[in-house]
Structure formats: C-alpha cells, structure tokens
C-alpha cells in the first residue's frame, strides 16, 4: 500500500483529486437538477415513470418535452464533454511533474470556469457569457495537454 | 517497470481494475444494443446508412426514430453521466487507502446497481425500480467522493 | 515526486498519455467544428444565443434544427461513448505491465480508428467506412479489457 499512498501524498495529485472530484460532483448535480425539472414541470420521457398519474389519456399528457428540463440536460452533455477531457488530461498532467503553484491555477481556473459556466447556461446569462466560461475551461485543458505532450511525447 | 506492476499488484486497486473494467464493457454493449435495435426496427438517422435499403424514398422512410432504439439510447447516456463520475473518484477512492472489504463492498454495490439499471430500463421494470438502482449507484459514488475529499483535500 | 515522475517515465504509460491526449483533443475539436456549423448554417438551440440577430421573431427563426450540426453532434456523442472507455481500460492496461510493442499497436490502432471515424461521419463515407473504423476502435478496447482482466481479476 505504501506506493498509492505516496501517490495520494503528492501535492500536485492531491489537487488534482480535490479538483477532479469537484467538477464530478457537480456534473452528478445536473441529474437532481434534471429529476427535479421533470418532476415539478411533469414532462418525462419513459411511459413507466407517468405510471403513478393514472393509466391511459391522463398519464400520457406528461411525456412531453418542456424547456427548462432540456436546458439542464444540455448543460449536462456540455459537462460531460468537457469534463472527461479534464478527467484524463489533467490525471496526465499531474503525473508529468508541473509545479504546484501552476498546477492549481489551472485546476482553480478549470473549476471556476465550470461552475459559473453552469451558472450562466441554468440562470440563464445573457451571452458571452455562456461562451466565455466555455473557453476559459476549454483553453485550460489546451493547455495542460501541451504540458502532458511535452513531457511524455511517445508516438 | 517496476512501480507501475505494484500498482496492479495492490488489492484494492486491482478489485478497482476489475470493476471498472465490467462496468465499461456493459456500457459498451449498449452500442450493440443500439446496433440491433436500429437494424431489426429498420430505424436510422444517418442516410448513408441506408443506402443498402435503395435509393430514394424507398430508402428514405427509414431515416426515423424508434421507441426501442431511442429507450436504449437513454439508457447508453445516463451510463455515461453516471460511469464517467465512477471512472475518476473511484479511481481516486481506490488510491486513497482504502480498506480492502470497504473498497469491494463499494464496487460490487456500484456494478451491480448499473446492471440492474439496464434490465430496469431495457426491460422496462415499473417505476421506482430504474429510480432506485439509479440512486444507489449514485449514492456509492458520493460515498467514494467523501472519502476522496476526506483523505486528499488540498484547495 | 519522485514517484510522480517513475510512472511517466514508463514508455508504455508514456505512450498512453500521448495517445490519450490525442483522441481527447480530436473529440475536443467536435465542439469547435459544432459551433462553427452553428454560426454559419445560423441554426440556435438557446434563445439567449440568437439575441445578437435581434429581438423577437427574427431572431427566434434561427432557433432550429441544421442536418449538418446534429451530424457533427451525432459524431461527438459517439467519440464520447469510445473514448471514455478507452481512457479507463487504457489507463489499467497501460498500468498491467504489456509488452511496448503490443500496447503501442493498441493505442496507435484505436487513435487511427477515431481518427478515420470522424472523417467517416463527416465527410461523410459510404458504408461500411464509418461502421468498421468504429468496430476496430471498439475492439481494440474489448482486447485491451482482456488483458486487463487477466492480470487484474479480483471480484
């Protein structure tokens, strides 16, 4: 066990695990969200879940769309599609040896940039703001990907 | 070479090897799944796939969604929302010391949860079983996300 | 960091990083390639997106559907449901001790594959194009699997 604990010892992949466990934390938030849309706007997708408001014409009323529900399941697509490249660019990259102070700017800057980015899409802001917290996270994981091919480079 | 096999070597993180492992193969087979769907039903979206059905309309009238296939679909991307959070804190939770019988209590609970969630959504079982196997998978993870915050917290 | 810097040091783990990083920024770039379809086919999902081409109804007609965005939307999705499995059984394989060669010929193959499926879909090919570099790609992770299990099982 004394290897993994050397790993988890590391400043740098204590960061990133702080971090990375964040970001999954609140892309899990979009489903209670999501369930909490559907529930209260009574707009679901699978006949089994209208069940409990009566059989036939009186449930089938609510397998329906409604706009704020899919809002939030695109903002949680865009999380997922975001999320997992820092998943695994930002464990690569905290395994190529980054100094601590850069490494938690770009973690903070990446966390930051989706929370508000989330923010923007539920509220929602009026754009760019939307674009602009999209970008920051997205140039954040650029750059910790130039960091990983740099220093591990194997073709 | 070394370091890396007593990674592999160490318990915990082999049971999280395995787990993991399964989990992402039975998400994979929902891509098969879809497969056969999309060609038993005759139900595409993409033209050039039906381009062996003829040309013209006689092709065209398969360009069109299907209950079975869009069901299977659903079930493909809430595995995604949910296998993708297990993917990285359990990664994490696995590296963070652990005990053995802790570790593979939260791994088998978590596998099994999200196999019972398919056969709940593919078969379709009543509601609220889909909600339950879905909220314990969920729960598992939170579960792994605390004591990932717990053992590795650095702001 | 000492450790830290043993396991990207690993060829093999090296050669993971490298092509990991490089299907993460190809599947990175469907967000690039989706946005620009969106502004120039001027076809809007969120209201608060088309507001820059005014307000009220000319605006609210580029609030639709474009067979060029759900395409490339289609394509991200499924880079989505491949690559995460592969930066999972990738990561535990390249931390199962494989020959270099052999884990070489796995990620070169699997990178190659995504590659071609993303022109597949784009361009987009007849088929079988998009259907078998999606099939190699998928078998590839299914060998990777293999050897993971046989070196990790611990149930």
Not at 75 to 103: K, M
């Amino acid at each position: 066990m004394a290897k993994l604990t050397q790993l988890i010892d590391n400043e740098v992949f204590r960061a990133y695990a702080t971090y990375t466990t964040i970001v999954l934390l609140k892309m899990m938030l979009m489903s209670l969200i999501t369930a909490y849309f559907r529930i209260t706007r009574k707009a679901f997708v699978n006949p089994e879940d209208t069940a409990s408001f009566g059989k036939g014409e009186s449930a089938k009323k609510y397998l329906r769309t409604d706009p704020d529900v899919e809002r939030v399941r695109r903002g949680h697509l865009n999380d997922l599609e975001n999320i997992v490249p820092f998943l695994g660019i930002g464990l690569l990259y905290a395994l190529s040896g980054p100094e601590l102070s850069t490494a938690l700017l770009h973690f903070r800057i990446f966390a930051g940039a989706r929370i508000v980015h989330t923010f923007a899409y539920l509220i929602p802001l009026p754009q760019p703001g939307r674009g602009l917290s999209w970008a920051v996270g997205y140039a954040v994981t650029i750059s910790m990907a130039y960091k990983v091919l740099k220093t591990a480079l194997y073709l």
